[in-house]
């Protein structure tokens, strides 16, 4: 696939006009999206991210066409993981409903810049040293492993480092609007508001390392990893609101997520031993008779997994209210939503702030 400098470029300059234009003329005023706003938009940025796709078929091939909605459909399975943590951490710090946007908004720009920097350094490794497919592989099937039996449940605002951050930075124990910092006499003090913006950047960070790994076991051009990855990205926070309590009811996404990673992790093994030059492995000899798993068979599959995963766990929570879900009623929509109920105001006498509650 031949991608120049100039559509590096433009692809660049493309995806940062369209962040700018997002926290302009949707974020930059605090409101709450209706539903109607919301499906537009993930709508809007589906089909493109679907016509993209077509264009990289018509352009490269459609060996590079399978290979970028491949990366797309795991890269968006798990970004919609990543709404399931961003709501716990929203949750926790019990961010109002109106200031959500901006950040989310802020989270997705921090994935993608770090989601960038590991595709940068994946790129030079495959480039490099073929010996490294081992390591990709390994670490997936210890992630899907994880995915599959780890606890789901923990809140990453009551985490080590969120209990490291509060002590070294002087934080206020109320919300001042949107903003990340508030001075107040001669020390500036910084919000719940930044708490939640720093919880989610290390969020992002631990989920671009099974992120990236991924998407290179399905492909091993740069240029697809990213768009993929971006085009993921768009939209997430349109989906986020779109969605809402049906994020509760996705009670199997972690299990179909599991089974990607590994399949893509035994991929990559496979395409290890394929190119081996490791010399206690076969001599340092490729083992030719080892299949590889071909684009089309990877399409199918991760579509059909996402498919049972997400059929799976609509019929399972039929009829269910929704706190019941994959959290419980404590770290879920519910949680977030009663964060501009005006009732919600009423405290017990202990100290219950948002900066407070979150270090519990």
């Known amino acids: 696939m031949q991608v120049t400098p100039l559509i590096w470029i433009i692809t660049l300059a493309v995806t940062v006009l369209f962040f700018v ?19 537009r938009w993930s709508a809007f940025y589906i089909g493109l991210a679907l016509v993209f796709g077509v264009g ?12 970028y909605f491949a990366g797309y459909l795991t890269e968006k399975a ?18 109002p409903k109106k200031y959500q946007q ?3 908004m802020i989270g997705i720009v921090i994935a993608l810049i770090l989601r960038g920097g590991f595709i940068a350094i994946g790129a030079g490794l495959i480039e490099n040293f073929s010996w490294i497919f081992y390591i990709f592989g390994a670490l997936l099937l210890f992630l899907a492993y994880k995915q599959a039996f780890g606890s789901h449940d923990s809140n990453p605002a009551d985490g080590k480092f969120m209990q490291l951050v509060r002590r070294v930075l002087p934080v206020t124990d109320e919300y001042h609007g949107d903003k990340l910092t508030v001075k107040k006499g001669a020390t500036r003090f910084f919000t719940p508001m930044m708490l939640t913006i720093i919880a989610i950047g290390f969020v992002d960070l631990i989920f671009a390392v099974d992120s990236i790994p991924a998407i290179y076991g399905l492909t091993d051009e740069a240029y697809i990893v990213f768009t993929a990855n971006a085009f993921a990205l768009m939209g997430l926070r349109q989906l986020f609101f779109l969605i809402g309590g049906l994020l509760e009811r996705l009670i199997y996404l972690a299990q179909g997520l599991a089974v990607i990673l590994a399949f ?7 395409h290890a031993l394929h190119v081996n030059e490791l010399s206690f492995i076969n001599g340092g000899q490729p083992l030719l008779w080892v299949p590889e798993i071909p684009i089309w068979f990877s399409l199918l599959f991760i579509g059909a997994t996402i498919a049972v995963a997400t059929a799976a766990s609509l019929m399972k929570t039929r009829g ?31 100290d219950m702030s948002p900066a407070a509650g979150a270090a519990k």
């Open 21 to 39: 234009y997002e926290f302009f003329a949707h974020v930059r005023k605090p409101h709450e999206p209706s539903i109607g706003e919301s499906a």
């Open 56 to 67: 990289i078929g018509l352009v490269s091939g459609w060996t590079f066409g399978g290979e």
């Open 78 to 95: 798990l970004s919609i993981d990543n709404l399931f943590v961003f709501l716990i951490v929203m949750s926790g710090f019990a961010v």
């Open 102 to 104: 901006k950040v989310l």
């Open 264 to 270: 893509i992790g035994v991929k990559l093994v496979f």
């Open 320 to 350: 269910d209210n929704g706190a019941s879900g994959r959290h419980a009623a404590e770290g879920g929509p519910v949680a977030a939503v009663s964060a501009d109920d005006p009732e919600a105001d009423e405290q017990p006498d202990e």
